[in-house]
């Protein structure tokens, strides 16, 4: 394991000094690039959503350059930069939300098991409809990454967000689960996977865009570590790969590796806050579908973040 020399207190001093001085984008009086890294995990993102419900609650959104966003997390990063991630959090544990996005049984129909179509052009614009125009006028950056399909490469959407129906789109490649979710999403002639492939945690991301400070919503305990697939997936995914991702297969298998990389990375930040689900928390599955055991992991996230970042709207003593 790398030896951690991390200072929290650098963010947690950086976000009371913005906090006092009022600094919104644009109008900062520091040097600093701070970024919100949300990391993703499908069912496992309704931890990462019950921390930026704290965020929201906490006002500290606009002391954020920009939120950076990986599956899952991108999902949630855009009902934050919206302004309603405290409003739309029960839908983690609405049978009629969770049942109608999330059904194993389609599978048998050669259906998606995982129907994000479904979910972001009618839960979140006829349901519960999320701001989309809201997200685009955010002076906060908004960076959904995907996997491209012919490369295997972490790509960030940000530059291919001019509009709600791109930004859709983008939300969509961000979230389309190998196998699970259908085929890939094509933005401008080109496909995207799930960013999970590539980037679980969009800490290299950030670092290449040159943030100082890092706070990073973890859905994952410390002592669950990342493993290499299965034989199973193995057998399972490998035809779909060459079928309709070729390039990610080779990204997919060292997967292992690629989470080791960005624990590393994460660990020796000099300035990065990591918010992680507690010890003996919930272990929460991909496609975890249980009203009850959601709203644990959600509520869970909130006071997990609440009390790591409660001491960032307090005056130093």
Known sequence: ????????????????????HQ?????????????????????RG???????????????????????????????????????????????????VMRTTINPLRALR?????????????IYTQVMPMG?????????????LATDALTGEATDLHTQIHDIPSLQAALRASTAMPLLAGPPVIINGRPYVDAGMSEMVPIRSALAQHATHLVV???????????????????????????????????????????????????THPACLQIRPPLGSAQVGRTERRPDLLRTAVETGTRAATNALAASVLEPR
Not at 28 to 43: F, H, V
Not at 53 to 79: H, K, M, R, T
Not at 132 to 144: A, G, K, R, S
Not at 256 to 261: F, I, N, Q, T, Y
């Open 1 to 20: 394991m790398p030896r951690l020399n991390q200072r929290p207190d650098a963010v947690l001093q950086l976000l009371r000094d913005r906090k006092q």
């Open 23 to 43: 600094s919104t984008p644009g109008n900062r009086t520091d040097n600093a690039r701070l970024a919100l890294l949300i990391e993703g995990g499908s069912s």
């Open 46 to 96: 309704a931890y990462s959503s019950g921390m930026t419900v704290a965020i929201e609650q906490l006002g500290l959104l606009p002391l954020f350059d920009a939120v950076y966003g990986s599956s899952a997390g991108s999902l949630n990063a855009a009902w934050l930069l919206c302004g309603r991630a405290n409003s739309t959090k029960h839908a983690w544990w609405d049978p009629a």
């Open 110 to 122: 050669r259906l998606p098991v995982v129907d994000t179509q479904h979910l972001i052009h009618t």
């Open 132 to 144: 989309f125009q809201d997200i685009l006028d955010n002076p906060v950056e908004f960076h959904p």
């Open 217 to 267: 919503l973890r859905t994952v305990r410390t002592d669950e570590h990342p493993m290499p697939p299965s034989r199973g997936e193995r057998l399972v995914l490998s035809r779909w790969f060459a079928r309709h991702a070729p390039g990610v297969i080779e990204t997919w298998l060292r997967r292992k590796d690629s989470r080791l990389e960005e624990e590393n990375l994460l660990a």
